[in-house]
């Protein structure tokens, strides 16, 4: 059974860091985009980043580029997220994905919704100003 556990939220202070983590099991996931979305309270869900499992290629949301950096490390089946210089609207329960993002996409969303074929169950981030 395909299952993504995210890990590594918490709380912290605006400006501070944390590194999530996603382990995926139960298949490969190779030939796969992994992607990282958020929800925060009364918002919809969002698109984060996304990064192609073969070939290390992300994108990120407008709203997180050049703070967040996607990474996948294929030995532990796992991505990664990397988010420097967090701010308060950065609070969310954050959720790793992973689908196929089609090639003729042309959205603003790094990985778009539809796209999705699983979910993980999210973990939470909080940022204290």
């Known amino acids: 059974q395909e299952q993504l556990v995210e890990s590594g939220g918490g709380v912290v202070q605006a400006g501070g860091s944390l590194r999530l983590s996603c382990v995926a099991s139960?298949?490969?996931?190779?030939?796969?985009?992994m992607g990282w979305f958020r929800q925060a309270p009364g918002k919809e869900r969002e698109s984060v980043a996304t990064?192609?499992?073969?070939?290390?290629?992300?994108r990120y949301a407008d709203s997180v580029k050049g703070r967040f950096t996607a990474s996948r490390d294929s030995a532990k089946n796992t991505v990664y997220l990397q988010m420097n210089s967090l701010k308060p609207e950065d609070t969310a329960v954050y959720y790793c994905?992973?689908?196929?993002?089609?090639?003729?996409?042309?959205?603003?969303?790094?990985?778009?919704?539809?796209?999705?074929?699983?979910w993980g169950k999210g973990t939470e981030v909080t940022v204290s100003s």
């Open positions: 139960g298949r490969t996931f190779s030939g796969y985009d």
């Open positions: 994905a992973v689908g196929h993002r089609p090639i003729s996409y042309s959205g603003i969303d790094p990985f778009p919704r539809y796209a999705v074929n699983y």
């Open positions: 990064i192609t499992w073969l070939s290390g290629s992300t």
